[in-house]
C-alpha cells in the first residue's frame, strides 16, 4: 500500500516519464519544502536561508528538468491552498466553540420594549429575550440585530444589482457592437478595483445629503448602505451574466428570428431563459460580496446593536455582521472576541453555501446548453 502511494505521489509530481535526475531533484525540493515547513513554526529565524535554498533548487531545476519541476510547484500550489482554507477553517471554528458552549441560545435573544417581547417572526416564542441585546459588562450577547442588519443590506444590494446587472449584461452581450462592448465591459469591471472604503465615503457624503434632503431622514441608514453594497456587486453580476448570456449557441438566435421574432422577443424567450442558470449564478455571487462587505457599510452606518424599528424601516440603520466585527474588534475582550468569531463562522457558512448553489446552477446551466439531463 506504502508503495502504491509513493507510486502515485512520484507520478503526480515527476510524471511517468521522469528519469532518475528529475526523481532526485524533486525529492531534494520535497525535503527542503518539508524543512521550510518546521522551520517556520518552530525556528522563523532561519526560515529565510532554507526559502533561499529551495528558491536556488528550483530555479535549477527549471532549467536541467522544467516539466518536472513545473508539475511539482503546481501539486505544492494546489495542496497549499487547500491546507490554507482548512486551517482557516479549523481556526474560525475553535475559536468560536468557547461561545456556542457559553451561551447557546443567548446569541440569538430576542429585545424586550416597555416590557414586552419584541415581535420578530414567532421566534419569540422559543428564543430568550432580554431588554438588552449588547452588553458585553452584563455578558449578553445577541447577534439577532446584526444578522437582521444583513438580511436588510443584502435585499437593498440585491434589489439594485440584481436588475441593473441584467440589463447591463443583455446591453453588452445581445445589443451593443463590438466597438462598444470592448468599452463598455472593462469600464464595468474596474468598478471591482475601487477601494470600498471609497465607495463608503462617497456614499455617506453623496447620498447621505440627498436622502436628507429628500425622505427628511436624519442620517446614514440601510438604504444608502444597500445601494452602495448593490453598486460594489454590479460587476460581478455583470461579468458572470454577460458571459452566461455569450454561451447561449448563435443558432438558437438565429432559429428565433428566422421564426419572425423580433430582438426583444429572442431576447426574453431565448437567451433569459436558457442563460438563466449563469444569470441567477452571477446574482448570487454578487449577493455573496453584499453580504461579506465590511468597510463600505462600516464607513456609511453607525455601529449600532439594536434592531430597527418597526423591523422593515430602511432608513434605521445598525451594524451588520461583517461591520460589527470591524468596529468591535479592536477594544473587545476575550468572551467578546469569542462572539465575534460566532459572527464570523455565520458569515462564513452564508457566503460558502452561496458559492456551493452558485456552483450547482452553474453546472446546471452547462448541462442544459449540451443538452444533459
Not at 522551520?39 to 526560515?47: G, I, K, R, T
Not at 432580554?130 to 446584526?146: E, I, Q, R
Not at 448602505?225 to 455583470?238: D, F, N, Q, W
Not at 426574453?268 to 441567477?280: L, Q, V
Amino acid at each position: 500500500m506504502f508503495e502504491d502511494a509513493q507510486t502515485t505521489f512520484r507520478k503526480l509530481a515527476v510524471g511517468e516519464d521522469a528519469g532518475s535526475g528529475a526523481n532526485l531533484l524533486v525529492a531534494t525540493l520535497g525535503v527542503l519544502l518539508a524543512a521550510l515547513a518546521v522551520v517556520f513554526l518552530f525556528v522563523p529565524a532561519y526560515a529565510v536561508p532554507v526559502l533561499g535554498a529551495f528558491v536556488a533548487v528550483t530555479a535549477i531545476g527549471w532549467v536541467t528538468h522544467q516539466a518536472a519541476v513545473a508539475r511539482l510547484l503546481t501539486l505544492v500550489a494546489t495542496a497549499s491552498t487547500v491546507l490554507t482554507v482548512g486551517f482557516i477553517t479549523y481556526f474560525l471554528f475553535a475559536s468560536a466553540f468557547p461561545a456556542f458552549v457559553e451561551h447557546g441560545t443567548g446569541l440569538l435573544v430576542i429585545p424586550v420594549e416597555d416590557g414586552q417581547t419584541r415581535w420578530f417572526f414567532w421566534l419569540d416564542a422559543v428564543l430568550p429575550a432580554s431588554d438588552s441585546t449588547w452588553n458585553p459588562s452584563a455578558d449578553v450577547y445577541s447577534l439577532v440585530p446584526t444578522i437582521w442588519a444583513t438580511v436588510i443590506v443584502t435585499i437593498i444590494a440585491g434589489a439594485v444589482a440584481g436588475p441593473l446587472g441584467l440589463f447591463g449584461a443583455l446591453f453588452i452581450a445581445e445589443i451593443a457592437s463590438p466597438r462598444v462592448r470592448e468599452v463598455v465591459k472593462p469600464g464595468i469591471e474596474v468598478l471591482a478595483g475601487i477601494p470600498s472604503i471609497v465607495y463608503g465615503f462617497i456614499g455617506f457624503q453623496v447620498l447621505n445629503g440627498f436622502i436628507q434632503t429628500s425622505f427628511l431622514d436624519d442620517g446614514a441608514s440601510f438604504l444608502i448602505a444597500g445601494i452602495v453594497v448593490g453598486v460594489m456587486a454590479l460587476p460581478t453580476v455583470v461579468s458572470v451574466a454577460e458571459d452566461a448570456l455569450s454561451s447561449v449557441p448563435e443558432s438558437m438566435r438565429d432559429g428565433s428570428i428566422a421564426m419572425g421574432a423580433t430582438r426583444w422577443q429572442t431576447m426574453k424567450s431565448i437567451s433569459i431563459p436558457a442563460a438563466f442558470s449563469g444569470i441567477s449564478a452571477g446574482i448570487i455571487l454578487g449577493l455573496g460580496r453584499a453580504i461579506g462587505e465590511t468597510m463600505a457599510v462600516a464607513a456609511i452606518m453607525a455601529a449600532g446593536v439594536g434592531l430597527a424599528n418597526p423591523l422593515f424601516d430602511i432608513f434605521d440603520a445598525g451594524a451588520t455582521l461583517t461591520s460589527l466585527i470591524a468596529t468591535q474588534y479592536g477594544s473587545a475582550s476575550e468572551s467578546t472576541l469569542d462572539v465575534l468569531f460566532v459572527a464570523g463562522v455565520l458569515l462564513f457558512a452564508i457566503v460558502a453555501s452561496m458559492s456551493v448553489v452558485s456552483r450547482y446552477v452553474e453546472q446546471r446551466m452547462k448541462e442544459r446548453l449540451e443538452g444533459s439531463q
